[in-house]
């Protein structure tokens, strides 16, 4: 079975550390692992990329809730997430 590597995707600025950037750096990892609402993906591959740039388990994970709360995502079983609605980017 291939090993899969969580996407290195940079949030610019040391500082960078509040709720919006940390919203800003989930969406990216998700779109850069091509999560959909068909396409659920696994929490420890979307937290770890995000642990390499610097936020902290618990940053993710309360920023993960309120992006459950306002119905932007659906935690799933599995540790996995789905987004409700796909990116506007993609």
């Known amino acids: 079975m291939a090993r ?3 996407p290195r995707i940079e949030v ?7 709720a919006e950037d940390l ?10 692992i091509q999560a959909g609402p068909d396409n659920p ?3 420890l591959l979307v937290g770890s990329s995000l642990i390499e740039q610097g936020f902290t388990q618990e940053q993710i994970i309360n920023r ?3 992006m459950e709360e306002k119905k932007q995502i659906g935690l799933i079983g599995g540790n996995r997430l789905r987004l409700v ?3 506007p980017w993609k």
């Open 4 to 6: 899969m590597h969580s």
């Open 12 to 18: 610019e600025g040391v500082g960078m550390r509040n």
């Open 23 to 32: 919203e800003s750096a989930i969406l990216e990892v998700l779109a850069a």
């Open 41 to 43: 993906v696994s929490l």
């Open 64 to 66: 993960l809730y309120q």
């Open 85 to 87: 609605n796909p990116l």
